[in-house]
């Protein structure tokens, strides 16, 4: 049994230097090619309005996650004094 994963893994010692780094990575692996964005513009006003509807939804969310987190709480709470 030891001798065989010596073996797989001086088998995959060697594959090393034969692989393409970061090829499976988000994002690609070619350097040369520059990713191009195609981005529409937004003027001041847009951006402003833009800003405040990602804080009202963060707000809601943490909202809602501290609310979560209150009735499990309470929930595991209940459960200990009535056991």
């Given at each position: 049994?030891?001798?065989?994963?010596?073996?797989?893994?001086?088998?995959?010692r060697?594959?090393?230097?034969?692989r393409?780094?970061?090829?499976?990575?988000?994002?690609?692996?070619?350097?040369?090619?520059?990713?191009?964005?195609?981005?529409?513009?937004?003027?001041?006003?847009?951006?402003?309005?833009?800003?405040?509807?990602?804080?009202?939804?963060?707000?809601?969310?943490?909202?809602?996650?501290?609310?979560?987190?209150?009735?499990?709480?309470?929930?595991?709470?209940?459960?200990?004094?009535?056991?």
């Amino acid at each position: 049994m030891p001798s065989n994963s010596m073996n797989v893994i001086n088998f995959n010692r060697k594959q090393l230097p034969q692989r393409d780094k970061f090829v499976n990575r988000l994002g690609g692996y070619n350097s040369d090619k520059k990713t191009e964005y195609n981005l529409p513009k937004a003027s001041a006003k847009q951006l402003k309005a833009i800003a405040k509807r990602l804080r009202e939804e963060q707000k809601s969310r943490m909202i809602k996650i501290i609310l979560l987190t209150g009735v499990i709480f309470i929930g595991l709470l209940c459960l200990v004094i009535y056991s």
